[in-house]
């Protein structure tokens, strides 16, 4: 990573399809003074906004639909090497494209952290009109499950998995919110 003067930011760019995790890093990485974070959904979109402004650092997921993070990473080693740091559910198991992507030129390969999403999701909680946060919890349950109970967040993370669990919020935030009804006259 380059040496930075006082008073200059590294500029972080998010490369991962999953919203929730965009925010993640976006929540994380922002309560550091001297770090910018930009992020994209996509490879694509991604290399349009490298061009725009030039990130110091990249955070990558390998999973990815059209481009895969692993095709990206070559892409990235090829034209313009950066620091990337693979940010993925397949660094658990030392899975082969694990191998792969250090060889190509990652810096290193993290899992996702699970606690990370429970942490998040916490906060949000947090900030959001809720008697307790036991309701909150209650609230994301019902929206998920259909139900008033559930595990412990991390127990559910860990019965479905990073990316069931990041699937199932995407699939419930993506559903229209029904109609307000109407007051009685």
């Given at each position: 990573?380059?040496?930075?003067?006082?008073?200059?930011?590294i500029h972080v760019l998010v490369?991962?399809d999953?919203?929730?995790m965009?925010?993640?890093m976006?929540s994380?990485l922002?309560?550091?003074?001297?770090?910018t974070v930009?992020?994209?959904?996509h490879p694509?979109?991604a290399r349009?906004?490298?061009e725009?402004?030039?990130p110091?650092?990249?955070v990558l997921?390998?999973?990815m639909p059209h481009?895969?993070g692993?095709t990206?990473?070559?892409?990235?080693m090829?034209?313009?090497?950066?620091?990337?740091l693979?940010?993925s559910?397949?660094a658990r198991g030392g899975?082969d494209?694990?191998?792969?992507a250090?060889?190509?030129?990652?810096?290193d390969v993290?899992?996702?952290?699970a606690?990370?999403?429970?942490?998040?999701?916490y906060?949000?909680?947090?900030?959001?009109?809720?008697?307790?946060?036991?309701d909150w919890?209650?609230?994301?349950?019902q929206?998920l499950l259909?139900?008033?109970?559930?595990p412990?967040f991390?127990?559910?993370v860990?019965?479905?998995?990073?990316?069931?669990?990041i699937?199932?919020?995407?699939?419930?935030l993506?559903?229209e919110a029904?109609?307000p009804?109407?007051?009685?006259a």
């Open positions: 990573m380059p040496h930075m003067r006082a008073g200059e930011h490369v991962d999953s919203a929730v965009r925010q993640v976006i994380v922002g309560r550091e003074s001297g770090i930009d992020v994209a959904a694509l979109i349009t906004k490298m725009r402004h030039r110091d650092v990249i997921d390998l999973e481009v895969d692993l990206f990473l070559q892409r990235i090829a034209t313009d090497p950066i620091p990337v693979v940010c559910a397949l899975a494209s694990v191998i792969r250090l060889e190509y030129g990652a810096v993290v899992q996702k952290p606690s990370g999403i429970q942490d998040f999701l906060e949000v909680g947090k900030r959001h009109p809720f008697a307790t946060l036991r919890f209650a609230c994301l349950y929206v259909g139900a008033q109970e559930g412990r991390g127990g559910f860990a019965l479905y998995g990073i990316p069931g669990t699937g199932l919020i995407e699939t419930a993506a559903r029904p109609a009804e109407a007051p009685a």
